[in-house]
């Protein structure tokens, strides 16, 4: 019991970095950036390259790998979403560009470096911790830390910083916010930057803490999508919530039925939140793409 | 000449997806990321009462289209109440859905072995096995379901469909019944990629669910924007192209290995490119942007 609780919880740290990056994006760009998926994805294969291919210490290949997610995602908003902007096109445009960037990534990772599991070698799992009942090896515990500090820092940076205001008010009326003199465009690439260090940190831990494969981004994207949608698009915390509720059902679904289950568990409870509160748990209103 | 029969056979089998994807997202505007579920709803049942019950092909199509029409009124329900992006991203939890439910319940479907030696259809007293009598059925319903989705956007319930999708709020004012027509229009589309499903089945005769994931269902929306949204003879030329022209790619000699991911990466950058440069495909004449009066 205590194991699949933290179990879920460990998903659940996952998702929250995902979702928030997700959310952070969608909060200023207002569409559904699909690609988000990929990025997550690259993040550890730009950790493998480096660390493997090219030689670097561990350390720094992680590092660099945030900073190469960030460009990726600032990439495909300056060669394809700014442009498609820039001609008024509308959210659902957009939404398919970016299927079709992930598309293309996530193939091209696969020609690159094979379909099969890889994992980053050099890195000694240590010896795991028991608390209470529950088995934790040192990367989960640094990975529910990270996806805990990540929810506290992006909260802390929204409400408190200059950029942080900047990206509330460009959330809330990009067009408002530019006659208040906010550049809405920098704005946005800033959420993609800081958006795709999150996904791409999710994806390092995951690989440091498993494997990876070419296809891994699209089930964490689509559970952290998921969060992101019960909790309520403009709720730091409501994304947590639902994270955690994710999580957590996905792996007490696994016990109840079997671990082949828990996707189709996971997003049951999607389709019937969709349903019946699309404003998500704590959010305040339903988000309306074209309004 | 097997081979070319079979390409037409696919170009066939994806023109019947495209146009039945065509109606729900060119047509009425509602872009839908499930459609291979349906068609794998329509495979599915098709090959477990071949192989079970040992009923003939036109009943089995009959039941895989019921079935597949009941499929897209589930999913049409929250399409009443939520709308756009967050949509989009119902459709794609019912395809991830779907996807698993034909991947575990491996008693019934087999799981990920898939389902073997499903019989050729049988019409009447002719058995189908090679591939010329097969193209033939799958260009005779095609015609059909071409003929049909043309009826359909040429009536009154077909000017609601463009109504919906070009102000859906007017629509409403005008008194138009729109969440019945969103409702009747998914049901309509879900039932055609059933058709498709059902004689992929009978022809490939083994099916697994790798045939009906999320990325089958981005290949044939791909097919509907590339070959133009709203417009029907597009989805045939946009399966035509898209189809083709990875075969062509065989001949000038890409390594196995890397085929399947070539030809992916090939549809993810013609949707890229095509929605940028023409978002209303090579025939269609819809963006996906909501006309605004005054702008």
Redesign the interface.
């Known amino acids: 019991m205590q194991q699949l609780v933290a179990n879920g919880v460990l998903a659940a740290a996952i998702y929250v970095m995902v979702a928030t990056g997700f959310a952070l994006i969608y909060a200023t760009s207002r569409f559904l950036h699909f690609a988000h998926a990929v990025v997550f994805t690259a993040g550890a294969y730009f950790a493998l390259f480096l660390a493997t291919r090219i030689g670097l210490p561990l350390a720094f290949s992680v590092l660099l790998a945030l900073v190469l997610s960030a460009v990726l995602g600032c990439l495909a908003e300056l060669v394809v979403y700014r442009p498609l902007r820039r001609r008024g096109s509308s959210p659902l445009v957009l939404l398919l560009s970016a299927l079709g960037i992930y598309i293309v990534l996530q193939n091209g990772i696969s020609m690159l470096f094979g379909d099969d599991l890889k994992i980053i070698p050099g890195l000694d799992s240590g010896p795991s911790f028991t608390i209470g009942l529950a088995r934790v090896t040192p990367v989960q515990i640094v990975t529910i830390a990270t996806g805990a500090l990540c929810v506290v820092a992006t909260a802390i940076v929204l409400k408190t910083t200059r950029v942080g205001k900047m990206m509330r008010a460009v959330a809330s009326d990009s067009e408002l916010a530019e006659i208040s003199g906010v550049r809405a465009g920098s704005v946005i690439l800033a959420s993609f930057a800081v958006g795709s260090v999150l996904a791409g940190l999710a994806g390092v831990l995951v690989a440091l803490d498993t494997a990876m494969t070419p296809d891994m981004g699209l089930n964490v994207f689509l559970m952290a999508a998921a969060a992101m949608i019960l909790g309520g698009v403009e709720s730091i915390p409501g994304i947590a919530l639902g994270a955690l509720l994710v999580g957590l059902t996905q792996h007490f679904g696994v016990w109840l039925l079997g671990s082949q289950w828990q996707d189709a568990i996971a997003f049951t409870i999607l389709l019937i939140a969709l349903a019946v509160r699309p404003q998500g748990l704590l959010g305040k209103r339903a988000v309306r793409a074209t309004a | 000449m097997a081979y070319l029969l079979h390409v037409l056979i696919l170009v066939a089998l994806y023109s019947i997806l495209a146009i039945s994807l065509n109606l729900i997202s060119g047509y009425a505007g509602l872009?839908s990321?499930c459609q291979a579920a349906f068609y794998g709803v329509g495979a599915y049942t098709t090959a477990l009462l071949a192989l079970n019950l040992h009923t003939p092909f036109l009943l089995n199509l009959l039941a895989s289209v019921i079935l597949a029409g009941t499929a897209g009124l589930v999913v049409a329900?929250?399409s009443l109440?939520?709308?756009?992006?967050?949509f989009?991203?119902?459709t794609?939890?019912?395809q991830?859905?779907v996807y698993?439910?034909l991947?575990?319940l491996i008693s019934f479907t087999g799981g990920p072995m898939g389902l073997h030696a499903i019989p050729a259809p049988r019409l009447f007293w002719i058995t189908l096995s090679g591939h010329l009598g097969f193209l033939i059925l799958t260009v005779v319903l095609g015609a059909l379901i071409f003929w049909v989705a043309r009826r359909i956007v040429s009536s009154p319930f077909g000017r609601i469909l463009f109504a919906i999708r070009e102000d859906e709020v007017l629509a409403l004012a005008r008194g138009k019944n729109v969440n019945q027509a969103k409702v009747l229009v998914f049901m309509i589309g879900a039932a055609m990629a059933a058709v498709a499903g059902s004689l992929y089945a009978s022809y490939i005769t083994y099916i697994d669910p790798t045939s009906f994931t999320?990325?089958e269902s981005?290949l044939i929306?791909?097919i509907v924007?590339i070959g133009g949204a709203g417009n029907l003879w597009g989805s045939v030329l946009g399966a035509l192209i898209l189809i083709v022209v990875p075969e062509l790619l065989r001949f000038v000699g890409m390594p196995g290995a890397?085929a399947g991911?070539?030809r992916?990466?090939f549809?993810?950058?013609?949707?890229?490119l095509f929605?940028?440069w023409r978002?209303q495909g090579l025939l269609g004449d819809y963006?996906?942007?909501?006309v605004k009066a005054g702008k």
Do not use: E
């Open positions: 872009v990321l329900l929250p109440r939520i709308r756009d992006d967050y989009v991203m119902a794609f939890a019912f991830v859905v698993h439910l991947n575990n999320v990325l981005i929306i791909s924007i890397i991911n070539l992916q990466g549809y993810g950058l013609l949707l890229i929605v940028i978002p963006s996906f942007q909501k």
